[in-house]
């Protein structure tokens, strides 16, 4: 096989792309001794920004509350800018829906870790996920709505 050929896989570069932090009922929130209640939604989009460079943005939404008063919203998006040449299109749905977020997940747990701690709370440490598992279940939401479509998946 010829080197023009051999897959690439390259981290151009790794950055933050946008951070939001809201502290919306301080100061009365920091004298709550009640624990919050902490909800977390991850997510990752990827687009080729072009030919053989994506850029593939991993984005966490942090909420606490105590009953209906917001403690924190922590809105954080750590992105990657990734070259992939010469890969199977077999292939460019898990490099783009689980290395690549992969690679960002370290930089985005750091980055909500200081910015909760910034904030006045104690830091907030995200327990590593499996993106293989959440690319496995978007492929099968896929499928299943272009069943119910009456076509076939993306």
Not at 14 to 41: C, H, M, Q, W
Not at 54 to 81: N, S, W
Request: aromatic fraction near 8%.
């Amino acid at each position: 096989m010829s080197e023009a050929l051999q897959p690439i896989f390259a981290i151009e570069k790794i950055y933050l792309k946008d951070l939001s932090v809201e502290v919306p009922n301080a100061p009365e929130v920091f004298a709550e001794r009640t624990a919050p209640e902490v909800g977390v939604e991850i997510n990752s989009e990827a687009r080729e920004v072009q030919q053989g460079m994506f850029e593939v943005a991993l984005k966490v939404t942090l909420t606490a509350k105590i009953g209906d008063k917001v403690m924190f919203l922590v809105e954080a998006a750590q992105a990657g800018l990734f070259q992939i040449r010469n890969v199977p299109p077999q292939d460019m749905g898990p490099l783009l829906g689980i290395a690549c977020p992969n690679t960002l997940f370290p930089y985005v747990r750091e980055t909500i870790s200081t910015v909760t701690s910034r904030a006045g709370f104690p830091p907030v440490v995200l327990a590593p996920m499996s993106f293989e598992t959440i690319y496995q279940q978007q492929v099968e939401q896929q499928m299943l709505a272009a069943q119910g479509a009456g076509g076939k998946p993306n």
